[in-house]
């Protein structure tokens, strides 16, 4: 697939979703295509395996369904190419492929077939969010996955896309502009607070450098007015994370920089850029598709030495699960990180994320059409425990 | 298995058409008030004689048969509402003839309707079913076509069926439709069209889809002195058969519930294949009336594409079949479509067929599918009937 410039005469795509009604059940699909998981539920009282998802076993009737990993081998009994379909988004779609797999799991299912995959054949099975961000079956190639229409619809893969990322003078966003670059990004675009103002790294960054300070309502609108239309993956690279808790600081002023970055900043770039990039989602194979957010991970729980900041990441968190109720289909990525290797986290002991794994985890997430993710040992350390009682990450916190 | 009691002294009569409509104005209560208001005019009764009620409609909501007793004011002592869309009639025959043989009522009108609108029909899809919503209506919202795209491709894959087979059973059922004054679509169909018609879900094609309309079906169970002594026409019920969500663990659906009942079916009525002068099959899509057949026992799995190059399904052919040419020609009208064929028989039973009369015909097979819930048909029911 390849770039072609956009036909001004043509009416643009209105950005439609497909069906995005679900059961509270079934929502457990989602969580898992969320963080690139393929898990259904099974019987702790049978062992069979659940599908589609229910509120009592098929089996036994028993209640105590949870959800698991499951293995994600299967084989293609039925497909057909839809040429008719009742729903809008599937309507500017069709042809679409869909097929009746048998999971080795046990249950069958209805997926969306992969270009390369036939009748017969052996497929590897995946849960993907689709546009309205719900999860649903994919049925892949047992082996390599080529992207295909499919793929593309259903991941945010930047090859040929154009990404803003708002600040290039941190080690991590200069990597991020580096790993999208190695990516395939026709064009990358980076913030620069100050421009005037030099920064380490300044000589080698790729990308166009454009004045943005999302501290700043006016500087914000400005580059939306000139950029908004041109902008497909915007990754809010602009963290500001200081150590300190509450009683600790005299006065409110590192705070409120800390919310300015971690909740106002992202904000007001939503406001500019987020209906122009909604606007353009159904662009084709090419349009824009994903908003990234890289987040403290005691957004979920506070670190009371790091009692101020978290509180503006866990501002910045709940901001973003609006964002995905207003920017679809547009996909919001949330990336969890622990403490970075950078002069801000210096007295705390390793492990710690360098920018340029940060930076390759999100790109590799983008591809993966993973909307939540966890970078680095502490973060998914600290997801791990908030997944098995958040009330109790939050007291381990608080007695550390 | 205990020998079930026999339907001995229930006849079913008063067969009721309201004639379709692709699209109306009117809700489901305005067809279904419709049916009933004919059906009592027919059978010459008011609306105080009738005793029970049975409904299925898909677009009643919120209503039920509940509100259809307000709305319509009737004051019914046995009331029944059976959500089983394609496998209504039969199963409302059955629950009925029960209802009047014991005494719990004496007169039970059957009814099914719905009305269609722009736009309802991707309305009940995307609120189908539960699984529909998160299972099926997010991968490409092809609704049935796509549903039975799949059985059909399956079954292709298993027993060979060609879409000339398939093209059979559609042709025949436009010839035998052609004769109905309110079929929708009754222009001949050839071999050549059938085959050149527009792709749909491979491998179904325009014409193997049935076409929503509004409509209403319905007729009237009884004990056969009280139908002699309003001079109605009846006709026997020798069995009846249902099931639901047979054959779970097939990884797809190649076979229904017919085929668990089926030795019962015949065993009850004391009848084989052979006896059946005329069959009407749920026939929307034609894979699902090949599956009948094979499942109903006139001929062996896998051998329905055969069965269909050897034999002559139209009115006047060897093995007569959806003689009213079915919702392929009259059109689906939600529920009614579960009645269609039960309420054909009636006509075809006493001689009063509104398109071809088939000869002779004493013995009939009526047979529903219903639900795709799922992946699948859930819902099965046959029974056999014979002229009084």
Known sequence: ?400 | MSRRAPYDGVVAAVPVTIPYQRFSIHGAHWWIGRALHTLLADAGLRPKDLDGLCVSSFSLGPDTAVGLTQHLGLSPRWLDHIPTGGASGPMALRRAARAVQAGDADLVACVAGDTNQPDSFRRMLAGFSRFAADATYPYAAGGPNASFALLTDAYMRAYGATPEDFGRICIAQRHNGAAMPHALLKSPLTMAQYLAARPIADPVMLFDCVMPCAGAEAFLVTRENIARDLGLAGVRVLSTIERHNAFADDPIQLRAGWAVDCPELYAMADKTPDDIDLLQTYDDYPVIVMMQFEDLGFCAKGEAPAFVRAHDLTCAGDFPHNTSGGQLSMGQAGAAGGYLGLVEALRQLTGRAQGIQVPNATTAMVSGFGMINYDRGLCTAAAILAAA
């Open chain 1, 1 to 400: 697939m390849k770039r072609q410039p956009t036909n001004p005469l043509l009416p643009p795509r209105a950005p439609l979703l497909p069906p995005s009604a679900r059961s509270r059940t079934a929502l457990g699909l989602t969580l898992a295509a969320a963080a690139g998981r393929f898990a259904l539920q099974v019987c702790e009282d049978c062992s069979a395996t659940q599908y589609p998802p229910r509120e009592a076993c098929h089996r036994c009737l028993s209640a105590r369904l949870v959800w698991r990993d499951t293995p994600i081998g299967a084989t293609l009994l039925a497909a057909t190419r839809v040429h008719i379909s009742a729903d809008p988004y599937f309507r500017a779609h069709t042809p679409w492929r869909i097929g009746t797999v048998a999971l080795d799991c046990g249950p069958s299912a209805i997926a969306h077939l992969h270009d390369a995959v036939s009748l017969g054949q052996r497929v590897r099975m995946a849960l993907r969010l689709d546009r309205s961000g719900q999860g649903v079956m994919l049925a892949l190639p047992e082996h390599d996955t080529p992207e295909d229409k499919l793929i593309r619809e259903m991941s945010c893969n930047p090859d040929q896309r154009r990404i803003l990322i708002t600040d290039g003078r941190t080690a991590f966003g200069q990597a991020m502009a580096r790993a999208f670059l190695t990516a395939g990004a026709s064009q990358i675009f980076v913030g620069i607070a100050d421009p005037w103002k030099p920064f380490p790294g300044q000589s080698d960054l790729p990308g166009e450098l454009v004045p943005l300070d999302i501290t700043d309502t006016t500087s914000v609108r400005q580059l939306a007015g000139s950029l908004g239309g041109r902008v497909d993956i915007l990754v809010n690279t602009a963290l500001h994370i200081r150590p300190g808790g509450i009683t600790n600081r005299p006065d409110l002023i590192t705070a409120h920089a800390e919310m300015e970055a971690g909740f106002f900043g992202p904000m007001r770039l939503a406001q500019a850029f987020g209906p122009a990039l909604r606007a353009r989602a159904a662009d084709g194979p090419f349009g824009a598709c994903a908003w990234v957010n890289i987040l403290s991970a005691h957004a979920l729980a506070a670190d009371p030495a790091f009692g101020a900041s978290s509180a503006a990441h866990a501002a910045g968190l709940s901001l973003a699960q609006s964002l995905r109720a207003e920017l679809r289909p547009i996909r919001v990525v949330n990336a969890l990180v622990g403490p970075l290797d950078d002069d801000w986290h210096q007295d705390i002991p390793p492990p710690k994320v360098a920018p340029a794994a940060l930076a390759i985890a999100v790109v590799r997430a983008l591809q993966d059409g993973i909307e939540d993710l966890a970078v680095g040992d502490v973060a998914r350390d600290i997801l791990a425990r908030w997944h098995d009682n958040p009330g109790q990450l939050a007291r381990e916190l608080a007695a550390s």
